[in-house]
């Protein structure tokens, strides 16, 4: 069976929601991405097997399968095909492993993935009427950006609380404190702004003309915990989960060129060894990639002694916490070594692709190792992936 081999990994800085990105199209964004992996590595897209991109809303102008219209926008032949996948914040991570796996099993030589997410251009929705023109009634307006919409009543109710009540409710479970999770903030600002400074997303940036940042533009230099301390908390009254302690709505894209071993001439940066998904209940969903990743270590015939790194998708202080909890063979001081979500941002269908082509950048920069990338998903999903070098 041949294996998956990362040959490169691309992304737009992240910016906040209605921020620098905020004037373009998820499509473009997605175009933009998709076009850059080409001729970074001088591919020829014409060989490219299948396009697998991740969009976890779909309802605005990301809708009737942007992976085919980004790649349309970007200039490839039409023969190139185009799937978008959706597992909410898992998105581009899926995107990743159905890939590797169509490599693995040799249907395809060359997939790109990757994934989108315009947080910003989120459409508003009214649902529609079973009748043809009702007489009396008014109708609800929904925000697609993020969270539960049009909920089926017959699901419990306590599995459709608000990720925020999630991440509450875990704090309580895991005992972690206000105190920590705002630490753990503050970590992930710092790191972030120091990695930008030291040139250590250098390697994996491509700008959006006309909206250039300087760095993602959630990091907050000037952040402090008495900063972070002062903000109310968001879904409870004595709760600890704020604003600032939470990842927040951003729009981005990235993409990851992924190949099958020597089909391209460029030099690859990691190895794809394992994966893993993990599913539990939708109301402690957070902490589902404790065994997405334990699952993928064993795929990979890897233990936690034997990892250097983890790029852990930051949604919230007390889901991340929480995770670290139950992985106590792995040193903290490992996750995260270039801040996470809660500084540079969580664009939903992008991130997964953010987080594995770091891991991969990283692993290359190290001249080696094992990585794992993992991230919790809205309804109680986790997924995971290892790389190494």
Same mark, same amino acid.
């Given at each position: 069976?041949?294996?998956?081999?990362?040959?490169?990994?691309?992304?737009?800085?992240?910016?906040?929601?209605?921020?620098?990105?905020?004037?373009?199209?998820?499509?473009?964004?997605?175009?933009?991405?998709?076009?850059?992996?080409?001729?970074?590595?001088?591919?020829?897209?014409?060989?490219?097997?299948?396009?697998?991109?991740?969009?976890?809303?779909?309802?605005?102008?990301?809708?009737?399968?942007?992976?085919?219209?980004?790649?349309?926008?970007?200039?490839?032949?039409?023969?190139?095909?185009?799937?978008?996948?959706?597992?909410?914040?898992?998105?581009?991570?899926?995107?990743?492993?159905?890939?590797?796996?169509?490599?693995?099993?040799?249907?395809?030589?060359?997939?790109?993935?990757?994934?989108?997410?315009?947080?910003?251009?989120?459409?508003?929705?009214?649902?529609?009427?079973?009748?043809?023109?009702?007489?009396?009634?008014?109708?609800?307006?929904?925000?697609?950006?993020?969270?539960?919409?049009?909920?089926?009543?017959?699901?419990?109710?306590?599995?459709?609380?608000?990720?925020?009540?999630?991440?509450?409710?875990?704090?309580?479970?895991?005992?972690?404190?206000?105190?920590?999770?705002?630490?753990?903030?503050?970590?992930?600002?710092?790191?972030?702004?120091?990695?930008?400074?030291?040139?250590?997303?250098?390697?994996?940036?491509?700008?959006?003309?006309?909206?250039?940042?300087?760095?993602?533009?959630?990091?907050?230099?000037?952040?402090? +915990?008495?900063?972070? #301390? *002062?903000?109310? $908390?968001?879904? =409870?009254?004595?709760?600890? /989960?704020?604003? &600032?302690?939470?990842?927040?709505?951003?729009?981005?894209?990235?993409?990851?060129?992924?190949?099958?071993?020597?089909?391209?001439?460029?030099?690859?940066?990691?190895?794809?060894?394992?994966?893993?998904?993990?599913?539990?209940?939708?109301?402690?969903?957070?902490?589902?990639?404790?065994?997405?990743?334990?699952?993928?270590?064993?795929?990979?015939?890897?233990?936690?002694?034997?990892?250097?790194?983890?790029?852990?998708?930051?949604?919230?202080?007390?889901?991340?916490?929480?995770?670290?909890?139950?992985?106590?063979?792995?040193?903290?001081?490992?996750?995260?070594?270039?801040?996470?979500?809660?500084?540079?941002?969580?664009?939903?269908?992008?991130?997964?692709?953010?987080?594995?082509?770091?891991?991969?950048?990283? +692993?290359?920069?190290? #001249? *080696?190792?094992? $990585?794992?990338? =993992?991230?919790?998903?809205? /309804?109680?999903? &986790?997924?995971?992936?290892?790389?190494?070098?």
């Amino acid at each position: 069976m041949p294996a998956t081999l990362v040959y490169d990994a691309v992304r737009t800085p992240f910016g906040r929601a209605g921020g620098a990105l905020a004037g373009t199209r998820p499509d473009d964004l997605a175009a933009l991405v998709m076009r850059a992996v080409v001729d970074r590595t001088g591919l020829d897209p014409a060989r490219i097997d299948d396009v697998i991109f991740g969009d976890a809303n779909q309802a605005g102008e990301d809708n009737r399968n942007v992976a085919r219209f980004g790649a349309l926008l970007a200039g490839f032949p039409t023969s190139v095909s185009g799937v978008t996948v959706n597992r909410l914040c898992g998105s581009s991570v899926e995107a990743v492993i159905q890939g590797s796996r169509a490599i693995e099993a040799g249907d395809v030589s060359v997939v790109l993935a990757g994934g989108v997410e315009s947080m910003s251009r989120a459409p508003f929705v009214v649902e529609k009427s079973p009748k043809p023109w009702p007489a009396v009634g008014n109708q609800t307006l929904w925000n697609t950006a993020i969270g539960w919409r049009m909920t089926n009543p017959a699901l419990p109710g306590e599995w459709t609380i608000s990720n925020g009540q999630s991440a509450e409710k875990l704090a309580g479970i895991y005992g972690i404190s206000r105190d920590a999770q705002d630490a753990f903030a503050l970590r992930s600002h710092r790191l972030a702004a120091q990695a930008w400074t030291a040139g250590a997303y250098d390697d994996e940036i491509v700008q959006v003309p006309g909206a250039e940042l300087a760095r993602d533009e959630g990091i907050r230099d000037d952040t402090t +915990l008495e900063k972070l #301390g *002062g903000l109310k $908390a968001l879904f =409870a009254a004595d709760g600890t /989960v704020t604003a &600032g302690n939470s990842s927040p709505i951003n729009d981005g894209a990235s993409a990851v060129l992924l190949g099958a071993e020597g089909i391209l001439d460029s030099e690859p940066l990691a190895r794809i060894t394992g994966r893993g998904v993990f599913g539990n209940d939708p109301d402690v969903f957070g902490i589902a990639p404790v065994e997405a990743a334990n699952l993928a270590l064993a795929r990979a015939g890897r233990t936690w002694a034997d990892v250097d790194l983890v790029e852990l998708n930051e949604a919230f202080a007390s889901q991340s916490l929480g995770c670290l909890a139950g992985w106590p063979d792995l040193d903290p001081d490992r996750v995260n070594i270039h801040g996470g979500a809660i500084a540079i941002g969580h664009p939903l269908g992008a991130s997964g692709g953010r987080i594995i082509g770091h891991a991969a950048h990283e +692993l290359k920069r190290r #001249g *080696g190792g094992v $990585a794992v990338a =993992a991230l919790c998903i809205g /309804v109680g999903q &986790g997924l995971a992936v290892v790389l190494e070098r």
